[in-house]
């Protein structure tokens, strides 16, 4: 197909429908990630994007007027950047000044990191997590790493293509070298990735995260907007097409494949790289003229949402959190709050769009001046503009109040509370005691456990030798208590089972446990194949895994083969104040009923009612509420097995 044709630039509409898609995923992904398991792939949509057109029109310029106007290009992106930020991060604080001074910790670092545009690697110096959603300090900045990845681009980019322009000069050799560097940032972030290790290094990276930026690079190379033929075959046309719908397809089932869970190997070891070639094919033919996919993506609501776009990334995460932090809802209402918090996010974002983005975008010095007097100008009947003016005002006063004095404030240490302080000396506990109960688990497979003679003994030491009587008050019977010391358990577990691996021992002896903050299921197979392996994976198995994220089926079947079906599991459900909590426990429910030798312990029901058994959070057991989650574990077990 030759449809090369010099033309004027032109404004591409079915990018606005990509950003919308792009900014959608993201918000669904942090909604609900159990569902829109692959939404964050929104960010590459926006790096391609961003990739395509900075190039596009570059190279544009230099062919058409044999240079590129740098300064120019800066203003405008300043212009289009700053406004935005600096209100998203200023309004921000001025609300965590008021309202959540748990958060003025670090913020003068954030607010200076992100306006000089190295805050996702401030993010990664400072070990904060993507992925660690259970928390009750979240950031309402995560997100912006994104846009210090882009200013990054935007600053370094003019240079670069200066370069390729003034000395490598032919386009098959600029897109060679941009199509290289890509490739080996994407074989970057696979050589990174470490199966069990938090991935948000590679996630913030901009070494890691370039090759989408740079896809969209090396296609402006290739498939400049201006050099496309509007009337082409209808042969070309309906190729055309095929393309895209393929490559649209082909985006939307990574989206929604659990083998796109963003702490799954395959995601960062070609997932995400295939997503971003899928995205800069559909972003060849959006851009073309002779096919349809433009028109496709045309439409009244995708222009207001992506002409909103870059607001509606901005303020989605604060709104989120801020809005989660205050308003407590019952997960059965889930969906209502998260319809509440869209709904806030739109309007938020459409009124940045009317008062900052669009006016300040075309805002000159001769326009500031004027707008200054006409403020002063106690005559001017133009009431509403100096009422918003005091507004911003405020805003930036108590915002930059709150950046000044947040040196002073210490950050809280998440090791100091009473619960990390538990965690701690329970996980040190666990390290020097399993290494004997390992030993010892080993043997046992070797002997024979006449479950009948342990049971008789249970019963003459329950008259006789009563153990562990604190326990009782409880809800668990003498009986019981004395069964569950000559149990060989193997437990697994994130953060609640660790703040309570204190009791679980002391009722369960021989209880091998293996609990950490922050585990999820998709991080754990390595971890238990270890163990079983080892010999150490004894045949009743406790399982406490859900709080941090959710699981799919396909997940759980995972880890049942592993374990095998000779072994007895109980799965304690999850009780966690989050939108995944739903989903976790009725995925464990369905699993009860298709594996023979599953139980799910349902903590959640046993304990909803019971807010004084946790810590605020909610989520972990306070120390009272600890025994109550031992006891009750330890019940269902022993009622479960057969003695």
Do not use: C
């Not at 769009?353 to 975008?361: C, D, K, S, T």
């Not at 996980?427 to 030993?439: G, P, V």
């Not at 941090?548 to 000779?566: L, Y």
């Amino acid at each position: 197909m030759n449809h090369i044709k010099k033309q004027k630039n032109r404004y591409i509409t079915g990018y606005d429908g990509l950003r919308t898609f792009g900014v959608l995923g993201v918000i669904l992904y942090h909604l609900n990630p159990n569902v829109f398991v692959g939404g964050y792939l929104g960010v590459p949509i926006f790096f391609a994007v961003s990739g395509y057109l900075v190039t596009d029109h570059m190279l544009a310029s230099y062919q058409q007027t044999g240079h590129y106007d740098n300064k120019g290009y800066l203003l405008r992106r300043i212009k289009k950047i700053y406004p935005q930020l600096l209100t998203v991060l200023l309004a921000s604080s001025a609300y965590i000044f008021m309202f959540q001074r748990d958060l003025l910790a670090k913020l003068y670092q954030i607010f200076i990191s992100n306006v000089l545009n190295v805050y996702n690697w401030w993010q990664i110096a400072n070990g904060q997590s993507y992925f660690e959603r259970f928390a009750g300090h979240e950031s309402p900045f995560t997100h912006l790493w994104t846009l210090s990845i882009e200013g990054q681009f935007y600053l370094i980019w003019p240079l670069i293509i200066f370069l390729l322009v003034r000395y490598v000069k032919k386009p098959g050799r600029m897109f060679g070298i941009m199509l290289g560097v890509s490739v080996l940032s994407a074989a970057l972030m696979a050589f990174l990735y470490q199966p069990g290790v938090d991935t948000s290094r590679i996630y913030y990276g901009t070494d890691t995260r370039l090759f989408a930026i740079l896809l969209g690079g090396a296609l402006a190379v290739i498939w400049p907007s201006t050099q496309l033929r509007t009337h082409i075959a209808k042969s070309d046309r309906r190729l055309l097409n095929t393309i895209g719908a393929v490559a649209a397809l082909g985006m939307l089932f990574l989206i929604f494949s659990p083998m796109m869970d963003p702490q799954k190997a395959l995601t960062y070891r070609g997932g995400m790289f295939i997503f971003s070639i899928l995205t800069v094919i559909l972003i060849a033919i959006v851009a073309h003229p002779g096919a349809d996919f433009n028109r496709y993506l045309t439409n009244p609501i995708f222009k207001w949402v992506g002409q909103r776009s870059y607001g509606i990334y901005l303020y989605q995460f604060p709104v989120m959190i801020f809005f989660e932090n205050k308003v407590k809802v019952n997960p059965s209402n889930q969906i209502i709050a998260q319809i509440i918090e869209v709904l806030i996010i739109l309007v938020v974002s459409d009124l940045a769009y009317r008062l900052i983005e669009r006016p300040l975008g075309k805002v000159t010095w001769s326009k500031t001046r004027r707008y200054i007097k006409n403020i002063f100008d106690f005559h001017s009947p133009k009431i509403f503009r100096k009422v918003g003016f005091v507004f911003a005002v405020l805003i930036i006063l108590v915002g930059a109040s709150a950046i000044i004095v947040s040196p002073t404030v210490k950050a809280a240490d998440p090791n100091d509370s009473p619960l990390a302080k538990q965690i701690a000396k329970n996980k040190a506990e666990d390290k020097k005691r399993n290494s004997a109960l390992i030993r010892q688990a080993k043997e046992a497979k070797k002997k024979k456990i006449n479950k009948s003679d342990l049971y008789r003994e249970a019963e003459q030491n329950a008259k006789e030798k009563p153990i562990n009587r604190e326990f009782e008050p409880y809800g668990i019977s003498q009986l019981q208590l004395q069964l569950a010391q000559k149990l060989p358990v193997t437990a697994i577990g994130d953060s609640v089972m660790a703040g309570s691996s204190n009791n679980l021992k002391v009722i369960f002896p021989q209880m091998i446990v293996d609990a950490s903050v922050s585990r999820q299921l998709v991080n754990s197979f390595d971890l238990v194949n270890s163990y079983k392996q080892k010999g150490a994976l004894n045949d009743t198995v406790l399982i406490a895994l859900g709080t941090n994220g959710p699981f799919t089926s396909d997940d759980m079947a995972h880890m049942m083969q592993i374990i095998g079906p000779s072994r007895r599991v109980f799965w304690i459900n999850t009780k966690v104040p989050r939108q995944w909590q739903g989903d976790v426990n009725e995925l464990l429910t369905e699993s009860a009923a298709k594996y023979r030798n599953l139980t799910v312990i349902d903590w959640y029901k046993y304990s909803v009612s019971h807010q004084d058994w946790f810590y605020d959070d909610q989520t972990h057991p306070s120390p009272d509420g600890s025994k109550y989650y031992t006891a009750f574990i330890a019940k269902e077990i022993i009622k479960n097995t057969k003695f």
